[in-house]
């Protein structure tokens, strides 16, 4: 893993327990959440409508859209509930310093 | 036990339940029934994506031949006409005969029609299924003026798409808002007042007299004696349970097929499911019938526990959406029984949405976003609402609040 693709979201504190923050790099959008055991990412796009994850429901491991509560697994990204059938990406995750950083391909 | 399983109606509680039912039950033999001649699709794009050609057919397909193949569904293209309850037999109309041990009917609801006096009654259209959407999607396609009756989510819909595809559309709407029956009057202005932004004109409180067709164009009067002049004309004033098959036989039909809260009709081994069912649910200790996408998903899986002998309430608090231009309508719980409303938010950008409560405890909310904006919140409400939660109205009333903070505590 080269250096240069690991991309500094923020601090670990900017992201409340059981909740997420939008994170914009280049054109595109992610989501970093906080969960029990530590930090995830994942595309912020649901995949099955244009809209931004951000505003979903984080319960438990599962990410849920806003607009048609389709539910992914933020840690395997694993499309869970209808109308979502195609998976999510997910990115790793690092914590340097009381720092994010996510790992962009 | 090896069973013979029929579902009759292919549509998305049928194809649920089918799915279910494999999951709890490896060895009966499981057959889909269907009238229409194409695998479960979803419907809400029809109005939407269909039209404005962002999803095409192949888009909306819950799922490929081979995932019901590989499940060992069979699924079968046929009108049945005639049901004999007694013997466990369904017949078709080229009288093929298919016996049942166990009977799911989930043959959803069909379009109210407008009754027009004169043979003008093929010149309305109307959108339920693929078929109804492609056709208005091609007769649309040269047309300019548009009309729509009924203001409701339907007629809205396509409305918007409508609007977006650059065509001059009206929607005339009987009741004195949008959405009437079910959306607050507030959330239904701001809905109203995007339509206008975006060209469309709107009409409440007006019914419609009669239509004229004259050289190829229309005149829809209403009751006021003012004249429409429209290209096209396509109607959305509700629908009704698919329940004709069974008008003569003993099941419990009323407004739909009457299941209690496993999905048990009336007559032993046969279940309902979706739209075409009035059920009961023991949250709300009433029954009611439902049109939504959650509803029609959720009850088909809880059908076919039960048929697949795993005993389960069917107690999903009711949740639906409507999506017009960007905004995201959703609405979640039962919200004409309440002493209290609650506003939160008063920018669509950043969501509104109206809490209702009785006696102090969440019983639901509607609200109206730009995308995703109110959908956590409604999430939310809908956990509240299944808990009968007391809310503390100041972390309502506060967008600052995250409501996050009620569900934690419970």
Not at chain 1, 66 to 77: D, E, L, V
């Amino acid at each position: 893993m080269s250096e240069e693709n690991w991309i500094e979201v923020g601090s670990t504190d900017s992201i409340e327990e059981e909740d997420l923050i939008r994170f914009d790099h280049q054109d595109k959008t992610f989501c970093v959440y906080r969960l029990t055991d530590g930090f995830y990412a994942t595309d912020g796009i649901c995949t099955h409508e244009a809209v931004h994850l951000e505003d979903g429901l984080v319960m438990d491991d599962e990410i849920e859209c806003p607009m048609h509560q389709g539910i992914f697994n933020i840690k395997s990204g694993e499309a869970l509930s209808p109308p979502a059938c195609e998976d999510l990406k997910t990115y790793p995750v690092k914590v340097d310093n009381d720092k994010i950083f996510i790992k962009i391909d | 036990m090896k069973n013979n399983i029929i579902i009759l109606g292919g549509g998305q509680a049928g194809i649920y339940a089918a799915r279910e039912i494999r999951q709890n039950d490896t060895e009966s033999n499981i057959k889909i029934l269907s009238e229409e001649n194409l695998l479960p699709y979803e419907r809400p794009p029809l109005s939407k994506d269909f039209l404005l050609d962002k999803k095409n057919e192949d888009d909306l397909y819950f799922h490929s031949i081979e995932v019901l193949k590989n499940e060992n569904i069979d699924f079968e293209n046929v009108l049945i006409n005639k049901v004999d309850f007694e013997h466990k037999k369904l017949f078709s109309k080229n009288e093929d005969v298919y016996t049942y041990d166990s009977l799911l009917i989930s043959t959803g609801s069909d379009s109210k029609r407008l009754s027009l006096d004169n043979n003008l009654n093929d010149d309305v259209y109307y959108l339920r299924n693929l078929e109804e959407a492609k056709i208005i999607k091609e007769k649309v396609s040269d047309k300019n003026k548009i009309t729509i009756i009924g203001g409701g989510f339907i007629g809205l819909e396509i409305a918007s798409s409508l609007s977006q595809l650059q065509k001059k559309v009206t929607v005339i709407e009987i009741g004195n808002q949008l959405m009437g029956r079910i959306i607050p009057k507030q959330i239904a202005d701001l809905v109203q007042n995007t339509h206008i932004e975006q060209g469309n004109e709107i009409i409440l409180n007006k019914q419609i007299d009669k239509i004229i067709k004259k050289n190829g164009i229309y005149e829809i009067l209403l009751n006021d004696n003012s004249i429409i002049e429209t290209d096209f004309v396509i109607a959305g004033i509700g629908s009704t349970p698919s329940v004709k098959l069974f008008e003569n036989t003993n099941l419990k039909l009323d407004n739909g097929i009457v299941t209690n809260q496993f999905c048990e009709t009336s007559i032993k081994d046969v279940y309902a499911a979706g739209d075409v069912c009035n059920f009961y649910h023991p949250f709300y200790e009433r029954n009611m019938r439902l049109e939504s996408y959650q509803h029609a998903q959720n009850h088909g899986i809880c059908a076919g526990k039960n048929i697949a002998g795993v005993k389960t309430e069917y107690t999903s608090i009711p949740w639906m959406w409507s999506d017009q231009f960007n905004l995201n309508l959703q609405l979640t719980g039962i919200c004409d029984d309440y002493d209290e409303i609650i506003a939160r938010g008063n920018d669509i950008n950043n969501g509104v949405i109206y809490f209702f409560l009785k006696n102090k405890i969440i019983k639901g909310a509607c609200g109206l976003g730009i995308a995703g904006k109110v959908g956590r919140d409604i999430r939310i409400t809908s956990k509240l609402t299944e808990k009968n939660t007391i809310v503390d109205k100041q972390i309502l009333l506060d967008q600052n609040q995250k409501l996050n903070k009620l569900i934690q505590k419970q």
